[in-house]
C-alpha cells in the first residue's frame, strides 16, 4: 500500500520558521518519523515538499492510479489553493489534512482551510504528532476501502 505525503510552501523550514508555534523539528525528522510508522504499518510513502502548488497537482496526479491514500499540510495554500482543493477532489482515495499548529488559535485569517471540504478529516494542533496520527488514519481508511466487506464486519 502506498500513502502520499505532500508538504506544502515553506515546510521545508520546520525548526528554523517561527519556533514557537510550530517547534524545533525539522521537516526531514518530520519525515523520519513518518518513515519509522510507515515501517510499522506496512505501508511505504511517496513524499514531496514544494513551494509551489503546481507541483503538488503533478505530484497527485502522477500517483492517481497508484496511491491508495495521501496526507497533505497544505501550508500556505490552506486558504487560497483552489487548484489544489479541485485536485485532491479527483483522487480515488482518502486524503487527510495535516497541520502542525492549531489553526483555530492563530490569525483569524487562518481559521479557514479551503483544502478541507475537499479531505476526508483534518488533524491539527499536535505538532508533528498530527503527521503520525494522520498516517494511521489515512491508512487505516485505506485498508478499510481495500476490503469494504470486512470493514462492515468489523464495525457491527
Known amino acids: 500500500m502506498k500513502i502520499l505525503v505532500l508538504h506544502g510552501p515553506n515546510l521545508n523550514l520546520f525548526g528554523r520558521r517561527e519556533p514557537h508555534i510550530y517547534g524545533t523539528t525539522t521537516l526531514a525528522q518530520i519525515d523520519a518519523m513518518l518513515a519509522t510508522l510507515a515501517g510499522e504499518l506496512g505501508v511505504t ?7 509551489h502548488e503546481g507541483a503538488l497537482i503533478d505530484f497527485l496526479h502522477q500517483h492517481i ?8 499540510n497544505p501550508a500556505g495554500l490552506t486558504q487560497h489553493g483552489v487548484p489544489l482543493h479541485d485536485a485532491i477532489k479527483a483522487m480515488p482515495f482518502p486524503v487527510v489534512e495535516v497541520h502542525m499548529s492549531n489553526l483555530a488559535t492563530r490569525e483569524p485569517w487562518r481559521h479557514h482551510s479551503i483544502i478541507s471540504p475537499a479531505v476526508k478529516g483534518t488533524i491539527q494542533g499536535f505538532g508533528p504528532r498530527s503527521y503520525l496520527q494522520g498516517l494511521r488514519v489515512v491508512t487505516d481508511i485505506a485498508r478499510e476501502a481495500q476490503a469494504p466487506s470486512q470493514a462492515v464486519i468489523a464495525h457491527n
Do not use: H
Open 45 to 51: 510513502l511517496e513524499t514531496i515538499q514544494s513551494n
Open 65 to 72: 492510479d497508484t496511491a491508495q491514500g495521501a496526507l497533505v
